[in-house]
């Protein structure tokens, strides 16, 4: 009998709860021995009372006993190295990082998850792409991997169902940001899924779960404790998520700008975090290289038109077509013009998202369909000055309604004044 009152009560009242009494509750929750409503309330007790670095841990370590690990270092014979963002806006890290670091000889295998709230998900992108099959077996991932030298599927059912579980409640239940909760989600994820080296993409701002450096650190420190005691070395980046990343917002166009990217043709601050975590994957690999010999491979790559070679071979091995014509198209897309002139003080990240996923691109409950052609593509960004009339964006939309409803959102989204303008790389810090 488990004794999940208990439990949740001496949580609600701040005790430490034990290893075992944390394995009885989530393991009872994911054989649905334990009703969601407890669990619930549980995490809302760790929501206000937090964890223990032990208790972090331990739930992290249940977490993975809920289901079944890979180990694809064993499988590949190679040391894996993964990466992780925490979520945001405009988020197409991995589908450009994916192909640079498999150019330079290094296997990319990962599992990667969906959208949630107004923060997009690599697998709804991919599934812009007709034919691209995002659940493979798991004997046919890994040969692909080695064969291909990358692929990106969506995570198994066997692997930590219990944060499959847990996840989709934290969701309606106001409980997603929570440090511990989110680092054991995320590193239970990875260490299930036997990444020996591991880069974390900590988001930070109004996009963000986390919206200030220091609880970003906070996250990135939890994280990073939770690798190093299961032997995995873990490095953090902290990134600028107050504004959209790069320009594209929405799945087809995130896919475009990613691939662009591939080709050097990226925006700025986009292709600096891309190549900044290739260096460092690179840099943890078996390669042996350092990393501003790590950053010169991935430079190398992207301006041979390897990176993109590899994009094309990697998508044509998972069904899909590398023809970009062949992306969905939104039949409306509309400028939006700025009012006034100025300097862009800020363009708010939630914003930009809220105005995504209301035209479409994002889920507002679970049983939504994504429409994969709309988004937004912001063409201005902090720091750049505009005149009355000048485009700041492009709103892809299904109807015209639609279009009108989220040139207003957008619009609203900048901040126009008279400077100075805001500099801040979208590299913030690097922790490990
Ligand atoms: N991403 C995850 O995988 N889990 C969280 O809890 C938050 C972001």
Redesign the pocket.
Known sequence: MIRAVELIQRKRDGEELSASELSELILGYARGEVPDYQLAAFCMAVFFRGMTPAETYALTDAMIRSGETVDLGVALGRKVVDK?S??GVGDKTSLSVGPIVAACGVPFGKMS?RG?GHTGGTLDKLESISGFQIELPLDAFVTQVREVGMAIVGQTADLVPA?KLL?GL?DVTAT?DQVS??AA??MS?KLAAGAQAIVLDVKVGDGA?MKTLDEARLLAEAMRALGEQAGREVVCLLTDMDQPLGGAVGNALELVEARATLRGEGPADFTELVLDACARLLALSDLGVDLDEGRRRAEAVVADGSAEAMWCSWIEAQGGTSDEAALPVAPVVREVRATSGGVVESLGAIAVGMAAVHLGAGRQTKADEIDHAVGVVCLRKRGDTVAVGDVLAEVHARDEAAAAGAEAEVLAAYALGDGPADTRSVLLDVIG
């Open positions: 992780h925490t979520g998850g949630l944060d996840y934290r997603v909760l989110i989600s995320i994820k779960f």
